[in-house]
């Protein structure tokens, strides 16, 4: 808890300013502040714009860490300004200086404020943000077992800050990339089972080019997360769902592909890069690489493989041959095939629930669903105790 009985201090906040509709170019300017040191970034940000420049542009709200209007860069990472502490800004900031710098990926509107209707919401909308009922629709409400809405309660939790949009890397790149947002919302209705197309929506997001594998794994997003909706990890299991139980096969070649390196583990114990191409666009065999299709991918990424190799980044015998580990290692990784693919059901950890994996006294999955979202400003229909089934309103919003 912070400590709140300690005097002011003053605490300088280095401010970008931009203003497009002024035809100049970026800068920072500086102000020192004055305030107790557990209060928070956006305190100070008010305090400069109160008593030294009201023109600085700000988007804020509640004050509580609910709303997610308050999204900046605080020392370069994406953060809620009222969730973060003065002094631990300080502590992180280079030389003492606190710099506060719009989000990323997002066009400036003025200042600190960015256009979330351009691509934000625009992204939110796209997965279409809403519970499509099964029908008949029942007189009252659909009775769903607890158990069913476990998974759904940690993408149920997002504020729609912005943050994880603002550090995503795979955004950077492709633009077009529907984001670690707008995927968490989808599997919030993806994962609801009173939802009735699940394998459309599923179908949409696969096919999609720049869907679910457009992700590059990079684990921003679940750094960036202030209310740890684990962005990617939502956008995986619509992957697995996707492939392992609506078994679609997409354009994009993300099963087949999931499908070639999941053997070559099991048969290498690690990857062979100059494999997994050919079985993963001409069939999940050593003759692969026969197929046409094969042949094609094979042929356009012939410049970067002799780039790799003349650059030493791989060698043509572990190329041609893939890598070699030791028999016990490799059984030591067959073993681990052998414990998971023996399992009667998939495994779906949600340490949002159950707490963390290392933890020996963490909370049951399923034990904590009706608390879960509580302090995240929406509930989920769920209730606490016993095994009652849970009663939950037909028709969703974007909650």
């Known amino acids: 808890m912070a400590e709140t009985h300690r005097p002011p201090e003053q605490f300088t906040l280095r401010v970008r300013r931009y203003d497009p509709e002024s035809g100049e170019a970026p800068y920072w300017v500086e102000h020192t502040v004055e305030l107790e040191p557990h209060r928070s970034v956006l305190e100070g940000i008010l305090q400069a714009k109160a008593r030294f420049d009201g023109s600085i542009g700000i988007r804020c709200s509640c004050r509580a860490a609910i709303c997610g209007s308050c999204g900046v860069r605080i020392n370069g990472e994406p953060g809620l300004a009222c969730h973060t502490h003065l002094d631990h800004a300080r502590a992180g900031a ?50 769903v077992p607890k158990e069913a809405m476990v998974d759904v309660t940690q993408s149920m939790a997002c ?25 968490a919302k989808a599997y919030r209705f993806v994962g609801d089972p009173r939802d009735d197309r699940q394998r459309e ?53 993300g099963e087949r592909h999931e499908a070639a390196l999941t053997t070559l583990v099991r048969d290498y114990g690690l990857n062979h890069e100059a494999e997994l191409p050919p079985r993963s666009y001409g069939g999940n065999s050593w003759f692969g690489k026969f197929h046409p299709a094969a042949a094609k991918e094979l042929l356009s990424l012939l410049p970067t493989a002799v780039k790799a190799i003349a650059r030493g980044k791989i060698s043509i015998k572990v190329a041609l041959f893939g890598h ?25 950890l949600n340490l949002y629930v159950s707490g963390e994996d290392e933890d ?40």
């Open 324 to 348: 070699k580990l030791p028999a016990a290692d490799l059984k030591a990784v067959q073993r681990i095939y052998q414990t998971v693919e023996s399992r009667p059901e998939r495994y779906e």
């Open 94 to 143: 280079p030389g003492g200086v606190i710099e506060i710098e719009p989000m990323g990926n997002m066009p400036v509107i003025k200042d600190l404020i960015v256009d979330m209707d351009a691509v934000h919401w625009k992204k939110i909308q796209r997965v279409t943000p809403w519970l499509l009922a099964k029908q008949p629709v029942p007189e009252r409400e659909y009775v």
């Open 159 to 183: 504020i729609q800050c912005g943050a994880c949009v603002s550090d995503c890397l795979a955004m950077e790149v492709d633009p077009g990339f529907i984001g670690p947002a707008a995927l």
């Open 201 to 253: 929506r599923l179908v949409d997001l696969s096919d999609d080019p720049q869907g679910i594998f457009d992700c590059t794994h990079c684990f921003k997003c679940v750094e960036a997360c202030p209310k740890d909706v684990n962005p990617m990890g939502q956008i995986m299991r619509l992957r697995r769902i996707a492939i392992s139980d609506q078994h679609i096969v997409d354009a994009n070649n």
């Open 360 to 399: 020996p006294d963490a909370t049951p999955v399923g034990a904590a669903v009706g608390t879960a979202s509580a302090g995240n400003g929406g509930g989920n229909g769920t209730t606490e105790g016993g095994d009652d089934p849970v009663a939950s309103a037909p028709e969703g919003s974007t909650a």
